[in-house]
């Protein structure tokens, strides 16, 4: 047996003129989750109370609705869709999920046995509706305090506090065929929240479920006044901590909560207050400022002062004194503060290294040494080569000076007297005249 859609739409006064019978429902009342469809024949007449769908019968599913069909206490068929369809016994169960999607097909497979009368005709029929729209006008309200923990971040703020909430909060029928099978069952016509414990207890799960969702909207730094803005985080929360006992067990979700008002105790507030003031004055500008202010205030005080102002003004000098600390030291403070922090000094050049001592020698080990043997490995101070020496002092080799390059002077020459033989001791810088014989030396006593 299954439905076979018919038409788009459904059009309750030309339905009778077309088919022998057919079931609908009228618009079910937000607080009716489950009714009972109604059975029509041909002539108009109501067959409620007749459980038997004669094959070929119409459906009539509308907007909101979602219809199954109990036979013998079992589900066969399952219509999410809207729609006309036609009851067709002799096709095999279907299943039009609509909004519901893979969902409903899950657990109508899950809840569907294979059912067969053997040719006979079945001996119960029963179509009912479910009202999926959001079941509105839930209201709650917190009895007693529920604990909420205040994190402030930027103050280093973690206490925990209590609040008082109130509002309301809608329900959808989420998977009708679990709702049907847990709790509606085969009404004889309609399932009304009202009537049944099933909303008082729902009251007392969503109260219960407050605190871990609190917990966990805590944990963003929400505070307790701003959570009337934060109700799309409270229901996701909510949904978590009501999973198994909402969701799992009986196909119900939540769909959105409301909250008119939070209020915490004045103690709890006034400790909140404290510990923002605290943190405020960490800054030496808001100290100072709120210092100010207390002393301004407190010499209007004493200027009001019935035993003589006077007095008042010497024992607020003698507790300003005993503070040891003033407003301007920390309007100082905060000037200091404020202030751009100074560039670092650029780093120093590292200083030229020494230049080696004139007399110095470096050893075939690499050792730098002054002495006559080196202090690395103890080998003594090379012979210096043969060579000239530069008016800059530096001995060389060659035809230049290595270090200021000045040219290699000419050989100074050797002199002996050209009259009598005599010959200076330094006979490159003979005296002008032989002391010998007289005679002048010049060109002529140059030795050849």
């Given at each position: 047996?299954?439905?076979?859609?018919?038409?788009?739409?459904?059009?309750?006064?030309?339905?009778?003129?077309?088919?022998?019978?057919?079931?609908?429902?009228?618009?079910?009342?937000?607080?009716?989750?489950?009714?009972?469809?109604?059975?029509?024949?041909?002539?108009?007449?109501?067959?409620?109370?007749?459980?038997?769908?004669?094959?070929?019968?119409?459906i009539v599913v509308a907007d909101g609705q979602c219809m199954i069909i109990v036979e013998q206490g079992r589900i066969m068929e399952i219509c999410a869709e809207p729609g006309a369809y036609t009851y067709d016994i002799g096709?095999?169960?279907?299943?039009?999920?609509?909004?519901?999607?893979?969902?409903?097909?899950?657990?109508?497979?899950?809840?569907w046995d294979d059912f067969k009368h053997g040719g006979e005709k079945a001996v119960d029929q029963r179509v009912y509706y479910f009202n999926t729209k959001d079941i509105m006008g839930n209201r709650f309200g917190t009895q007693n305090p529920?604990?909420?923990?205040?994190?402030?971040?930027?103050?280093?703020?973690?206490?925990?506090?209590?609040?008082?909430?109130?509002?309301?909060?809608?329900?959808?029928?989420?998977?009708?065929?679990?709702?049907?099978?847990?709790?509606?069952?085969?009404?004889?016509?309609?399932?009304?929240?009202?009537?049944?414990?099933?909303?008082?207890?729902?009251k007392s799960e969503f109260l219960d479920a407050l605190q871990p969702a609190f917990a966990k909207i805590s944990e963003l730094g929400v505070r307790p006044s701003a959570l009337p803005g934060k109700t799309v985080?409270?229901?996701?929360?909510?949904?978590?901590?009501?999973?198994?006992?909402?969701?799992?067990?009986?196909?119900?979700?939540?769909?959105?909560?409301?909250?008119?008002?939070?209020?915490?105790?004045?103690?709890?507030?006034?400790?909140?207050?404290?510990?923002?003031?605290?943190?405020?004055?960490?800054?030496?500008?808001?100290?100072?400022?709120?210092?100010?202010?207390?002393?301004?205030?407190?010499?209007?005080?004493?200027?009001?002062?019935?035993?003589?102002?006077?007095?008042?003004?010497?024992?607020?000098?003698?507790?300003?004194?005993?503070?040891?600390?003033?407003?301007?030291?920390?309007?100082a403070m905060g000037q200091q503060q404020a202030a751009p922090t100074?560039?670092?000094?650029?780093?120093?050049?590292?200083?030229?290294?020494?230049?080696?001592?004139?007399?110095?020698?470096?050893?075939?080990c690499g050792q730098t040494n002054t002495g006559k043997f080196c202090m690395s490995c103890g080998n003594a101070k090379p012979a210096p080569a043969a060579g000239w020496t530069c008016s800059c002092g530096t001995v060389n080799q060659g035809k230049f000076c290595m270090n200021c390059g000045s040219k290699k002077p000419a050989d100074a020459p050797l002199y002996r007297c050209d009259k009598c033989g005599w010959t200076p001791e330094d006979p490159k810088n003979p005296p002008k005249f032989c002391p010998e014989c007289g005679d002048v030396f010049d060109e002529n006593d140059v030795q050849a």
């Open positions: 047996m299954g439905l076979i859609r018919a038409l788009a739409g459904a059009v309750s006064n030309t339905l009778k003129d077309q088919w022998l019978e057919y079931f609908y429902c009228e618009s079910i009342p937000s607080d009716v989750l489950m009714v009972k469809g109604k059975h029509m024949n041909k002539k108009g007449g109501n067959k409620g109370n007749d459980n038997v769908i004669t094959n070929g019968s119409t096709s095999q169960p279907s299943v039009f999920s609509g909004k519901f999607g893979a969902g409903l097909v899950a657990s109508f497979k899950q809840f529920v604990p909420f923990r205040v994190v402030d971040n930027n103050i280093g703020l973690d206490i925990d506090v209590t609040v008082r909430c109130n509002g309301e909060y809608m329900f959808t029928i989420e998977d009708p065929i679990l709702f049907y099978s847990r709790i509606a069952g085969n009404v004889a016509d309609e399932f009304r929240l009202s009537d049944s414990p099933l909303q008082q207890q729902m985080e409270l229901k996701d929360a909510m949904n978590v901590a009501l999973k198994d006992e909402w969701v799992a067990n009986r196909g119900i979700k939540l769909s959105k909560i409301t909250i008119n008002s939070v209020t915490i105790p004045k103690e709890d507030e006034q400790m909140i207050k404290q510990a923002q003031l605290a943190a405020i004055n960490r800054n030496p500008n808001m100290a100072a400022a709120t210092m100010v202010t207390a002393q301004a205030q407190a010499m209007q005080d004493a200027a009001k002062n019935t035993n003589g102002a006077m007095n008042a003004f010497m024992g607020m000098g003698m507790a300003q004194n005993a503070g040891g600390i003033n407003a301007g030291q920390l309007f100074p560039a670092p000094p650029p780093a120093a050049e590292p200083a030229p290294a020494a230049a080696p001592a004139a007399d110095s020698w470096t050893c075939s």
